[in-house]
């Protein structure tokens, strides 16, 4: 797990900023679930043979003798706290946005922590297709309200409980003949969690996918339909995007509609964004494992397997952590969103420090923003702080002033001093502050 130093705050800042702009008009509300949850929840929702809880999860044992997990994913708690708050008499559809540190017992590297943040949107209760689509536009918009126009929508249906046996079958049957193939992970999947075969990084399983059958020849007639109308939304909204049949989301739930924002790197693919024709591409693989961006679908099962009543939703989670590293990538200036000091207060010798409290106070009361270095002692390097942050004044508190109940103000760029009586002081800033 990583530390996040000052420097590196207003990344943050700026996507948590852009994101509540963005969604708070799409009229989603803010929630926040707690970061521990008993281990019970991911089981029943992530699924007992998904990576996360195969090998991901981070599990607590409370004195009580309670098995607790760090989240890590933030569907799972946003589904419980709606069930456990009966949010299902709101007006439909409840739409809820978090954002928040995530946990995964995951390997280390770039673009992958032990911690990372996720900022998630969920549509509950609406199946329609418009929402599925709404949710994609919104990702795509954020991105682009980032300056991340490097990204594509990868999308793929996964068909639901009428249509989903048969596609496994032949998923079945068709990876049977090519055991010997798979790496030893994927030899256990096909037993325990066939489509994420798929979905495997290993390069002969890759390979071995690329012939795999594909869910949308599968989809029963609703679900075609269902997804048809999706790419259709899509069209008219101008959002370009990639069919990948070879799509499948690393938790169980998902049902019909998966996606992935990955980013558009030709050497990892040869796509055109543009609808049609399923193209030739890796979700996850070669070199983009670690690329994938925004990534969610729809969860039609998940409201029921949590204990609610049958309530279909979709949604999608950002990895923060990526977004900074795109961000940095390309040398996006991003403002740091703090407000340029004006006033820099020098204090010298014991008297004046002990003074030099109340006075800095006051000028954050008055709105004026100032700054000081109270250890400081030496005048010089005072007036250096105060000539590197560029603040228009200088205020001198020294010894004698501090006696006299006065201080020094000087105008920085042309070094003009006068003395003014310090209970004057911060009206004579405005004054001049208004006069700018
Ligand atoms: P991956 O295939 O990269 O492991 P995932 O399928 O496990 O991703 P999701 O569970 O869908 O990821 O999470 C949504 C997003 O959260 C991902 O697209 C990614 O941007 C981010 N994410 C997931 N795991 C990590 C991690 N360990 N470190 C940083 N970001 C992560
Ligand atoms: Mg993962």
């Not at 998904?50 to 607790?68: F, N, Q, W």
């Not at 006299?404 to 920085?412: A, C, N, P, S, V």
Request: hydrophobic share 35%.
């Amino acid at each position: 797990m990583r530390d996040i130093l000052p420097e590196d705050q207003k990344y943050f800042r700026h996507i948590l900023k852009k994101s509540d702009q963005l969604l708070d008009y799409y009229g989603f509300e803010r929630i926040d679930t707690p970061m521990v949850e008993s281990v019970d929840l991911f089981l029943r929702s992530a699924g007992e043979t998904s990576d996360i809880m195969e090998k991901e999860i981070y599990t607590i044992k409370t004195k009580g003798g309670d098995a607790l997990a760090l989240r890590p994913e933030g569907t799972a708690g946003v589904v419980r706290a709606y069930i456990e708050n009966g949010m299902n008499v709101r007006p439909h559809p409840v739409k809820l946005s978090y954002w928040g540190p995530m946990f995964r017992h995951d390997q280390p590297q770039h673009g992958r922590y032990r911690q990372f943040y996720q900022l998630g949107a969920e549509t509950i209760g609406d199946s329609s297709e418009a929402v599925d689509a709404e949710l994609i536009f919104l990702g795509h918009k954020l991105l682009d309200m980032l300056g991340l126009d490097n990204y594509n929508v990868h999308i793929n249906s996964l068909g639901d409980s009428s249509c989903r046996p048969g596609y496994i079958k032949a998923l079945k049957d068709y990876y049977k003949l090519r055991s010997r193939k798979l790496c030893f992970n994927c030899k256990n999947r096909l037993k325990t969690n066939i489509l994420r075969l798929l979905d495997c990084k290993e390069a002969d399983c890759a390979e071995v996918a690329k012939e795999a059958p594909q869910t949308v020849d599968f989809l029963d007639d609703e679900c075609k339909s269902h997804f048809k109308h999706i790419l259709e939304f899509l069209d008219e909204a101008k959002v370009p995007y990639i069919l990948n049949p070879r799509l499948v989301r690393g938790l169980d739930y998902y049902t019909r509609t998966v996606f992935e924002f990955l980013p558009d790197d030709p050497s990892t693919h040869s796509t055109k964004p543009q609808g049609g024709e399923p193209v030739e591409s890796t979700s996850s693989g070669q070199g983009g494992s670690q690329s994938a961006v925004i990534a969610g679908g729809r969860y039609d099962k998940l409201i029921e397997m949590l204990g609610g009543s049958k309530t279909p939703a979709a949604g999608w989670a950002m990895g923060i952590d990526r977004i900074v590293l795109a961000l940095k990538e390309k040398n996006a200036n991003i403002p740091d969103g703090l407000s340029k000091p004006k006033v820099f207060l020098v204090q010298l010798g014991e008297g004046a420090k002990r003074k030099s409290i109340n006075l800095y106070e006051s000028f954050r009361k008055a709105g004026i923003e100032a700054k000081s270095s109270i250890g400081r002692d030496s005048i010089k390097s005072q007036l250096r702080i105060a000539n590197r942050l560029g603040v228009r004044f200088a205020l001198i508190f020294g010894q004698k002033e501090a006696l006299d109940g006065t201080i020094i103000l000087r105008e920085m760029d042309t070094g003009v001093q006068e003395t003014i009586p310090l209970e004057k002081i911060v009206d004579e800033i405005k004054k001049r502050l208004k006069k700018e």
